[in-house]
């Protein structure tokens, strides 16, 4: 949590970075709208946990999944293609740190789930999930099939390499890995190059004034959102904080794919120009950050 919550920490100064503005003041306007949005996704978990927790997971299968397309086609600077053909990739990539726990660890899975909605695992009967895996499964399979035929082995090995983290390692730590050292990094690395602040920096391949920057950006919505988590499990009298954290990072996924979806709609349209109109960043400061 520690490694991941400041990915999306930044979210209010994303919409003027893709506009070309460097974003330093703070609107509260977009603030309110972001915090409120949040707040109603956590009342929602809680006055109708079953269904709310439901929809919440499905959203997070689609941000996990389209932020692994997106990420890779601003890597490859690859043309736009059509959202059919990413729909194999956000359906495996993203299914992998929801569905892949869920069937392969139903135990553990539950306890958590347990926390959050004692009626969550009865309608998660072991069929749907079989089902669910089997969808992600051959999503896989077609993602890295598409990657292979199209020369791109180091795709079809990430690929690869998360199936294997999630189909090894228990779900806490194989989620922990995942967002901290994974989603969270590229996400981060992406922002680093949307940020108009740093092209001079990132075309000399310098690091650590875009890190900076940002560390100070997101430095307090994070304390914020750990304080919220630490306040729940105090309210909850529970020993762990695991449930949560979970519902805190369930309800700010909702504004945050919000925001993501305005970045990845850039993605999508290749390496041009952003709607701002400022030319994108070279090639050789994409490289540095990866």
């Known amino acids: 949590m520690l490694l991941g919550l400041p990915h999306g920490a930044v979210d209010h100064l994303v919409p003027d970075w893709v506009a070309g503005?460097?974003?330093?003041?703070?609107r509260p306007v977009l603030l309110a709208g972001y915090a409120a949005t949040a707040a109603s996704a956590w009342c929602a978990l809680h006055?109708?946990?079953v269904v709310s927790l439901l929809a919440l997971l499905a959203v997070s299968w689609v941000h996990f999944?389209?932020?692994?397309?997106?990420?890779?086609?601003?890597?490859?600077?690859?043309?736009?293609?059509?959202?059919?053909?990413?729909?194999?990739?956000?359906l495996g990539l993203g299914g992998l740190p929801i569905a892949v726990p869920l069937a392969r660890w139903p135990g553990?899975?539950?306890?958590?789930?347990?926390?959050?909605?004692?009626?969550l695992p009865g309608v998660l009967t072991g069929g749907v999930r079989q089902v669910l895996?089997?969808?992600?499964?051959?999503?896989?399979?077609?993602t890295v099939v598409d990657a292979i035929v199209r020369r791109r082995p180091q795709w079809a090995a990430e690929v690869v390499l998360l199936t294997g983290l999630f189909l090894v390692a228990p779900p806490a730590a194989a989620f922990g890995a995942y967002f901290g050292g994974w989603h969270a990094v590229r996400h981060i690395g992406r922002l680093l190059l949307l940020d108009p602040r740093n092209a001079a920096d990132l075309a000399l391949g310098r690091l650590r004034g875009p890190v900076r920057r940002y560390a100070a950006a997101a430095a307090?919505?994070?304390v914020v959102a750990l304080?919220?988590?630490?306040?729940?499990?105090?309210?909850?009298?529970?020993?762990?904080w695991t449930a949560a954290a979970l519902a805190?990072?369930?309800?700010?996924?909702v504004p945050h794919m919000a925001v993501v979806a305005v970045l990845d709609r850039r993605a999508h349209r290749g390496p041009g120009v952003p709607p701002g109109g400022s030319p994108a960043l070279p090639r050789s400061a994409g490289a540095d950050i990866r």
């Open 248 to 253: 805190v990072l369930l309800s700010l996924t």
């Open 47 to 49: 006055l109708a946990p």
């Open 220 to 222: 307090i919505p994070t």
């Open 21 to 26: 503005r460097p974003g330093r003041a703070v």
């Open 227 to 240: 304080a919220g988590i630490v306040l729940l499990a105090v309210a909850a009298q529970r020993p762990g």
């Open 65 to 90: 999944g389209t932020g692994e397309v997106a990420y890779d086609a601003e890597r490859s600077a690859r043309p736009s293609r059509s959202a059919w053909r990413d729909v194999p990739a956000v």
């Open 108 to 119: 553990e899975s539950d306890r958590v789930l347990s926390a959050l909605s004692p009626g």
């Open 133 to 142: 895996l089997a969808v992600v499964g051959v999503a896989v399979l077609a």
